[in-house]
């Protein structure tokens, strides 16, 4: 364990990275230690808010793989979060590969309620598609490019032997539900479209076993609980930073000095650099002075870093099943499999892939969260509240065929439009490999450079290697960065002391 270690340490931004790095880095000795949020609050992209009665998540949603190995659900039960049902170990040992099986009523545009059944051979395919495409990055070499091309390609092929005996009207429905499938997953990416996706690198995601869960009091309280074991004079809030001047040459004590939007000048002898990869995508150039390496700026290109937004709509009483979990919607008319509209402005309504229901129905009423990626979704977040509300209620009316639904009330996020996340999360883009994720996280200066180590440090969820676009990525890169200052200062020996000559 590290005592008394006087290091300078700045961590920009106080989301999961940072608070993770700054509470390592304070109980392993560091006097300081400091972070500075360019807004007035704690969390970043975990953000709780209220529809009503309703807590409702605008950021993070689960936990993702709720079991042993994953320290968000560690921290979620230590700190008494969870519901008793995601304790079990029978939760725990369920591996769902990150698709849950939920329960699925499916809702078509002309206004029928369809027999999951007739559905079912549709995401049989899909997923067996999205199992093969994860493949690739392990035998080397790609039949396309994107993830979007391969499971096109693939599904034409198979649906045409494997549903050669139904008629053409459910093989082209099934056709429709794989274009819905393709919106789920550009949620679930956080793309635009799956042709961003790169299928080279798809299979880098790794997921944990445990059957996703969410907290009932919201996802804040977890930071609540870690930011009450900090000082509390550790933030300082409202403060953003304009350029980190790392590497300087000018004679001056400290190798790194950060530049706030105030004027404000902190010196430091290292920073912890846990901004989103859509921030930094936009703010590179004017962030870093000097500039990033080449090599890390390639990989800050080639990573892709999407939209996926949330419409929440509350009714006073359900139209769908009881035991319904997600409601799906699909489109007659997409046959040809597409996840992207041609006019965004007119149609981005059909980029909503449906709904998830948000359980126990006593603890919440009759709440529906929507999901919508991609441009379409950063169009929707220009839009009134009025406007979005009008859209929801016809698209809704027109899929259940029921004139009379009107909700009670609708609360959507706004991701890409907020000017410090620009975006949800990330995903391998096209021409994405491994080393891009291993130079994301690479610190600098780079190796072999004679200047002082460990300057500039790279956390967050685009710098894990294989948990990215997760709070428990996010979680680990925080710890992983304050470890490696850690480690740096455990092995710095003290000096022998000097013989005496006599």
Known sequence: ?????????????????????AQRLVNAGFHHVRILEATARSGGRIKTARLGDNIVEIGANWIHGPSEENPVFCLARKYGLLDPEALTP?????DVEGHPPWVPNVFS?????????????????????????????SQGGEPHACVGDFIRSEARQRAAEKW??????????????????????????????????GLGAFGLYKTLPGLDCTFPGGYEGLIKNLMSELPSDLVTYNQPVRCVHWNNSEKRE??????????EKVAADHVIVTIPLGYLKKHHSTLFRPPLPLHKLHSVRRLGFGTNNKIFVEFDSPWWDADCEVIYLVWEDEDV?????????????KKLFG????????????????????????????????????TITQLIRRFTGNPTITPRRVLRS???????TCGSYSHPGIGCSAQDLENMREPLPTKGSQSQPLQVLFAGEATHPYYYSTVHGALLTGWREADRLISHYSSMRAPEPLRSKL
């Not at 400290?254 to 004027?263: A, F, L, Y």
């Not at 992207?340 to 007119?346: E, H």
């Not at 919440?364 to 977040?381: D, K, Q, R, T």
Request: proline share 3%; hydrophobic share 40%.
């Open 1 to 21: 364990m590290v005592v008394n270690v006087n290091a300078k340490i700045v961590i920009i931004g106080c989301g999961i990275a940072g608070i993770a790095a």
């Open 90 to 94: 029978e939760n725990q040992a369920m």
């Open 109 to 137: 545009s002309s206004g029928r309620k369809l027999n999951a059944e007739d559905i079912y051979p549709a995401q049989e395919l899909f997923m067996e598609l999205i199992d093969e495409s994860s493949e690739f990055e």
């Open 164 to 197: 050669k005996d139904d008629d053409a009207a459910t093989s082209s429905l099934r056709l429709c539900m794989i274009s819905t499938m393709l919106k789920v997953e550009c949620c679930v990416n956080g793309t635009h479209s799956m042709d961003e996706v």
């Open 254 to 263: 400290s190798p790194v000095m950060i530049e706030c939007d105030d004027g």
């Open 337 to 349: 499999m597409v996840d992207q509209v041609p006019d965004v402005q007119r149609s981005w309504m």
């Open 355 to 390: 709904f998830t229901v948000l359980k126990p129905t006593e603890r919440y009423g009759h709440v529906l969260c929507g999901w919508i990626a991609g441009h379409e979704s950063e169009y929707m977040e220009t839009l009134s509240e009025q406007e979005v509300t009008h």
């Open 414 to 420: 706004q991701w890409f439009h907020d000017p410090w």
